[in-house]
T-cell receptor
Framework: GAGVSQSPRYKVAKRGQDVALRCDPISGHVSLFWYQQALGQGPEFLTYFQNEAQLDKSGLPSDRFFAERPEGSVSTLKIQRTQQEDSAVYLC???????????FGQGTRLTVV | AQRVTQPEKLLSVFKGAPVELKCNYSYSGSPELFWYVQYSRQRLQLLLRHISRESIKGFTADLNKGETSFHLKKPFAQEEDSAMYYCALVDNYGQNFVFGPGTRLSVLP
C-alpha cells in the first residue's frame, strides 16, 4: 500500500468490552511502533516490534494491553476489558530501519463509554 | 529519564513574521532529535531530523547540546504552516521514541 493503514478509524466500545486494533505497515518495513495519544497530549510510546519480535513493551499501561505481529507485517493491538481511561487515539508507525520513525498511520480513535 | 518538553501549547504569529518553536530534552546519552508535524485532518509526518541538517519547507532546527535544545525556526511564517508540531527524541537503541506534548502554531493573515 501507499502508506501505513490502520483500521478501524473509529471505534466506540462499552466499558468492559474487548477491542482489537489493526495496523498494516508499509511493505518491507522492519520496525513497527504503537503509540497512544490522549486528547491534547503528544503520542506516548506503547510497544515496538522488529519484524515479529516484540523488543520493547515497556509502555503498555497494564496487562489488559497486548500486541502481536506474528508474521512480521500486520500488527494487532488488543485491549481487554476496556476502561474509560483507555479512550485515546492509537497510532501505528513503521520504518524501514531501526532508529527511524518515518511513517505514521491515520490512527484509530477509541472511545470507551 | 528521557523527556521532551515544549513550553508553548499555542503560538500565534502573523504571516511573514519569524517563528521559533521551542523544544528542550533530557537524556543521558546522545539522542537523535526529530520534528514531526500534523496538519489539520492529516496524519503525523516527519518534518526534519537533526542528523540530516536539512531545511524542509523553510524550517531549520539546530541541536544545542549545551542547552539540550532543538528549537524549530522559520524566518517568514506562511499560513499553510499552521499545524501541530511535535518534538521527539530516540534513544541510542533506536527503539523508544519519546514525544513532547506539542505546540499548535497558528499563522494569522
Amino acid at each position: 500500500g501507499a502508506g501505513v493503514s490502520q483500521s478501524p478509524r473509529y471505534k466506540v466500545a462499552k466499558r468492559g468490552q474487548d477491542v482489537a486494533l489493526r495496523c498494516d505497515p508499509i511493505s518491507g518495513h522492519v520496525s513497527l511502533f504503537w503509540y497512544q495519544q490522549a486528547l491534547g497530549q503528544g503520542p506516548e510510546f506503547l510497544t515496538y516490534f522488529q519484524n515479529e519480535a516484540q523488543l520493547d513493551k515497556s509502555g503498555l499501561p497494564s496487562d489488559r494491553f497486548f500486541a502481536e505481529r506474528p508474521e512480521g507485517s500486520v500488527s494487532t493491538l488488543k485491549i481487554q476489558r476496556t476502561q474509560q481511561e483507555d479512550s485515546a487515539v492509537y497510532l501505528c508507525a513503521s520504518s524501514l530501519e531501526r532508529g527511524q520513525l518515518a511513517f505514521f498511520g491515520q490512527g484509530t480513535r477509541l472511545t470507551v463509554v | 529519564a528521557q523527556r521532551v518538553t515544549q513550553p508553548e501549547k499555542l503560538l500565534s504569529v502573523f504571516k511573514g513574521a519569524p517563528v521559533e518553536l521551542k523544544c528542550n530534552y533530557s537524556y543521558s546519552g546522545s539522542p537523535e532529535l526529530f520534528w514531526y508535524v500534523q496538519y489539520s485532518r492529516q496524519r503525523l509526518q516527519l518534518l526534519l531530523r537533526h542528523i540530516s541538517r536539512e531545511s524542509i519547507k523553510g524550517f531549520t532546527a539546530d541541536l544545542n547540546k549545551g542547552e539540550t535544545s532543538f528549537h524549530l525556526k522559520k524566518p517568514f511564517a506562511q499560513e499553510e504552516d499552521s499545524a501541530m508540531y511535535y518534538c521527539a527524541l530516540v534513544d541510542n537503541y533506536g527503539q523508544n521514541f519519546v514525544f513532547g506534548p506539542g505546540t499548535r502554531l497558528s499563522v494569522l493573515p
